[in-house]
């Protein structure tokens, strides 16, 4: 249980937190300065943000648990950002600013009809929704014994705060306050770094051979399996995943968006991902540092017994008195990043706008933005609060599913623009044959499946291989229509 003193830290992170939203909405605002700052914000406020949400509450006691328990295998994720931001600077970002549009969604209607839009927005509303949803419910339940707040609680005062601050002073408020979760997120983490060095014995070198000698620093096999994680499948796994964030992901598109020029948007993409590979190391090292300081002190460990819960345990009994209420609030930081600014966006532009109000005025669209904001927050809440609830495996069949679709989305991006003669016909054709591909890979995950009609490749490359079936059958369609067949 976190003492007076950590409580009044952490309290007074999320105090700061709402008021930087109200603060940054107090004289109004019109909606191009809601949705994307008047695109005035400098690169580095940006990057920091974008940094912040690639960190969740899920990567933050999941990845040092996954190190506790097994590797370092799933840290090569990390290492294809680089890749990933290379070409989201040459390709993507240009792309979109040039584009003039604040949906990322709005130029697939230009190139292969209004359904391609349509199907886009509502995939990424789903996955979000199911997404901040999770990380609501994740926080819930690795903060609430640190705190001593209930679980429901705590989920709707997480879910209230993030609606809050982003209701009030929009992309502005999700940019900056993004700075100052960083900050405490890396913060947070080094500090924690630092106490379980200092707390092991032996120090760094008895960490580094602990791990050496139990193989804690492995990255995988670099065989040619593709059913298996190995290091290969890990990394197109993130390659993919990166591509796709930079690439059709509304809430990073959206704040690339709002810096002042494109120097500035290639600065925000490289820090993004220059500081994910760095701090995502520290994050496994800690779980290795884990293992190494309850190996020589297993009487510490008390009863915890699952490795996701070892790094809480860890936060809760050794952290001095003041240091454990920062790093709360750094697992905080890493859940209240918001993406309801991106939802009410595509809500008003690709929903509001393009159905129903195409030239509404100034007023009426303040209005729409503010409360899809509020309907977008009270769902995530409203899922988190369901998942406290549920005795049966539906949730996690839907955010399964939110997933599968969503993964058709780069591909049809990359067909549109790759290919000029890929049109209405040969996107529509993709999708389906895509979908289809997708599907079936993540059947085992949804439900039961005979051995003989499983899918043989590893769940991680349902993403690769759905992206590539769908934009190699439009490029086929889009050829075999070009030549009269």
């Not at 007074?12 to 949705?35: F, K, N, Q, S």
């Not at 370092?72 to 290492?79: A, E, G, I, T």
């Not at 609501?136 to 209930?150: C, E, K, N, Q």
């Not at 040619?224 to 809430?251: E, K, R, Y």
Request: proline residues 4%; aromatic residues 14%.
């Amino acid at each position: 249980m976190l003492s007076s003193l950590d409580l009044i830290v952490l309290v007074a992170y999320l105090t700061a937190v709402v008021g930087i939203g109200l603060w940054l909405g107090r004289h109004g605002e019109t909606p191009d300065e809601y949705m994307s700052a008047g695109r005035s914000l400098p690169g580095w406020a940006v990057g920091l943000s974008m940094f912040g949400s690639y960190v969740s509450s899920i990567s933050f006691l999941a990845n040092p648990g996954k190190a506790y328990a097994d590797n370092w295998n799933p840290f090569v994720f990390s290492l294809a950002t680089p890749i990933a931001a290379a070409i989201a600077v040459k390709w993507f970002m240009p792309f979109y600013r040039h584009s003039g549009e604040i949906s990322a969604y709005e130029h697939l209607e230009h190139r292969f009809g209004p359904w391609a839009r349509t199907y886009a927005v509502v995939c990424f509303l789903l996955y979000q929704m199911a997404r901040m949803g999770t990380v609501i419910y994740l926080l819930a339940l690795a903060v609430a014994p640190l705190t001593g707040w209930h679980i429901y609680a705590t989920i709707a005062v997480t879910g209230t705060l993030m609606t809050i601050y982003t209701l009030a002073g929009g992309i502005k408020a999700v940019v900056w306050t993004g700075v100052l979760q960083s900050a405490v997120l890396v913060a947070g983490t080094l500090m924690c770094l630092g106490a379980i060095i200092v707390q092991t014995p032996g120090g760094l070198s008895e960490i580094v051979e602990t791990g050496a000698a139990h193989h804690k620093f492995a990255l995988g096999s670099f065989g040619p399996s593709l059913a298996q994680p190995t290091f290969w499948v890990v990394f197109f796994f993130g390659l993919f995943t990166h591509l796709t964030n930079f690439g059709i992901d509304q809430s990073y598109v959206q704040r690339y968006l709002t810096a002042r020029d494109d120097r500035e948007a290639a600065k925000s993409i490289w820090i993004t991902a220059l500081l994910y590979m760095p701090v995502a190391a520290i994050f496994f090292f800690i779980g290795t540092g884990l293992f190494s300081f309850y190996r020589l002190q297993p009487e510490l460990l008390d009863t915890v017994k699952a490795p996701d819960k070892v790094f809480p345990h860890f936060i809760a009994t050794q952290l001095p008195l003041g240091a454990a209420g920062l790093v709360v609030a750094a697992i905080f930081a890493a859940s209240m990043d918001s993406n309801l600014n991106s939802m009410a966006t595509l809500t008003f532009c690709d929903v509001y706008q393009r159905y129903f109000r195409p030239r509404a005025g100034q007023r009426e669209s303040m209005v729409v933005l503010y409360l899809s904001t509020f309907f977008w927050g009270a769902a995530s809440i409203a899922i988190a609060l369901y998942m406290m609830t549920r005795e049966d495996e539906a949730l996690e069949a839907w955010w399964n599913l939110a997933g599968v679709f969503s993964g058709g989305v780069l591909g049809l991006f990359l067909l549109g623009l790759i290919c000029r003669r890929a049109d209405n016909v040969a996107g529509a054709i993709g999708v389906v044959v895509g979908a289809i591909v997708i599907v079936w890979m993540s059947l085992p995950m949804l439900v039961t499946v005979p051995e003989e009609l499983r899918n043989p490749l590893h769940a991680y490359l349902t993403i690769v291989v759905g992206t590539l079936t769908i934009f190699l059958v439009g490029l086929a369609v889009a050829q075999i229509r070009a030549r009269g067949l």
